[in-house]
């Protein structure tokens, strides 16, 4: 099972971008890459999902590199309410194979 | 599309009584996973069910803890007896399907169980 590394914590202002990188060197050929956001007395909820190179939705972008031994959550100008624990798990979709880390509190201020 | 619910929201129960958790997954999901996290510690994979067959419940803690999902529709995790260390949230989650990119996780808001 891939094993994630990802920053405890980081501060944003609101109006700025965030940049979450995960570190997972031992991610297997039939890996994906999924981040999800989670709010306190919720679950987590899916964000953004990709294999390689860049994806991007309404709320986020992922940025892979070639080798895929690390990925970038991109946040585009954070507000308040993006206040949340982000959770960087790798794995095939097989939900039994998600490692749960300690994810990334992100804390944004006005 | 509803979400995936999870009933009851909180529960406190006592030392050795037994509590029934529900989740009910999102109308099509075949893929059902029950997770918890106990305090301070990261959210566990507990077991797999896909439709009303358990595909893996490795991370069963013990004898104690009795999932079903009859009808390959809503799920029940029953505890029985409840110990102390039972204490912490619940998740449910399910998925449509696992073979597919961009078919994740959906994750109810958790069960809150206390056990005194």
């Known amino acids: 099972l891939a094993k994630t590394t990802q920053p405890i914590s980081m501060d944003s202002y609101e109006g700025q971008e965030v940049n979450i990188t995960c570190s997972h060197n031992?991610?297997?050929?039939?890996?994906?890459i999924t981040w999800y956001q989670q709010f306190p007395s919720q679950g987590p909820r899916f964000i953004i999902q990709?294999?390689?190179t860049k994806v991007t939705n309404e709320v986020a972008s992922l940025f892979i590199p070639a080798d895929r031994k690390s990925s970038t959550l991109s946040l585009p100008r954070v507000s308040l309410s993006d206040t949340a624990v982000y959770y960087c798990?790798?794995?095939?979709?097989?939900?039994?194979?998600?490692?749960f880390g300690p994810g990334t509190r992100l804390s944004v201020l006005p | 599309e509803a979400g995936v619910t999870q009933f009851p929201s909180h529960s406190v129960i006592e030392k050795g009584q037994t509590v029934t958790l529900r989740c009910d997954p999102i109308?099509?999901?075949?893929?059902l996973y029950w997770y918890r996290r106990v305090m301070g510690k990261e959210i566990k994979f507990l077991l797999h069910?896909?439709?009303?067959?358990?595909?893996?419940e490795s991370g069963m803690p013990n004898n104690r803890f009795l999932a079903e999902r009859t009808g390959g529709t809503y799920s029940t995790l029953k505890v029985q007896p409840a110990e102390l260390e039972d204490s912490g949230v619940y998740f449910c989650?399910?998925?449509?399907?696992?073979?597919?990119?961009?078919?994740?996780?959906?994750f109810g808001n958790g069960t809150r169980l206390t056990v005194t």
């Open positions: 109308s099509g999901h075949d893929n």
């Open positions: 031992n991610i297997a050929t039939n890996d994906y």
């Open positions: 990709g294999y390689k």
């Open positions: 798990l790798v794995g095939d979709n097989y939900g039994q194979n998600f490692v």
């Open positions: 989650a399910s998925s449509q399907d696992i073979r597919q990119i961009n078919s994740p996780l959906h």
């Open positions: 069910f896909v439709k009303e067959s358990k595909q893996d």
